[in-house]
T-cell receptor, first 109, second 117 residues
């Protein structure tokens, strides 16, 4: 699986958009980009995933660059409950999820 | 749908004792995973089951850790004997298909926090 690089921490004001970047320059053609988050004392929670196209669901949007070497997770209106560690994971078919240390997002008033 | 159930929620044991964790995955999920998460780190995969067969246990310390998934449903993870460095949260996850591809993401339980003293 391709390696990912994320900033260790980010801050965001409540109500504003949170944009979490992820670099995955060695991603191969059949590898998906997955985002999970982990709220304190809970297990990781699936957010969204994509292959090439941008994706949107009720939780977030995923923007993948045309060369697929980086992506951005967007939480359009962050709330205090979005404070969590966000993991960007790249994996191909049949492979398991390998977690890095993620980005600690802190949403503040 | 019901989530992934894990028990116990917390466990404190002395080193060299044994401990077991239980996981009940989401009904119909063929793939089950056990992860170990040490404080400040991301989860690390210990073992992956497909139905009741082991797919990957390359990172399981087999001299002290064991896991089974009888009848392809519930699973138990055992540590015997425990060491101080085993203190961690043990997370169970399940997915409909291996690898979580094609939209079948993993669903995690809340984990068991183990403290070895």
């Amino acid at each position: 699986d391709a390696k990912t690089t994320q900033p260790p921490s980010m801050d965001c004001a409540e109500g504003r958009a949170a944009n979490l970047p992820c670099n995955h320059s060695t991603i191969s053609g059949n590898e998906y980009v997955y985002w999970y988050r982990q709220i304190h004392s809970q297990g990781p929670q699936y957010i969204i995933h994509g292959l090439k196209n941008n994706e949107t669901n009720e939780m977030a949007s995923l923007i993948i660059t045309e060369d697929r070497k980086s992506s951005t997770l967007i939480l359009p209106h962050a709330t205090l409950r979005d404070t969590a560690v966000y993991y960007c994971i790249v994996t191909g078919g049949g492979n398991k999820l390998t977690f890095g240390t993620g980005t600690q997002l802190k949403v503040e008033l | 749908e019901a989530g992934v159930a894990q028990s116990p929620r917390y466990k404190i044991i002395e080193k060299r004792q044994s401990v077991a964790f239980w996981c009940n995955p989401i009904s119909g999920h063929a793939t089950l995973y056990w992860y170990q998460q040490i404080l400040g780190q991301g989860p690390k995969l210990l073992i992956q089951f497909q139905n009741n067969g082991v797919v990957d246990d390359s990172q399981l310390p087999k001299d002290r850790f064991s896991a089974e998934r009888l009848k392809g449903v519930d699973s138990t993870l055992k540590i015997q004997p425990a060491k101080l460095e085993d203190s961690a949260v043990y997370l169970c996850a399940s997915s409909l298909m291996a690898g979580g591809t094609a939209g079948y993401g993993y669903t995690f339980g809340s984990g068991t926090r183990l403290t070895v003293v």
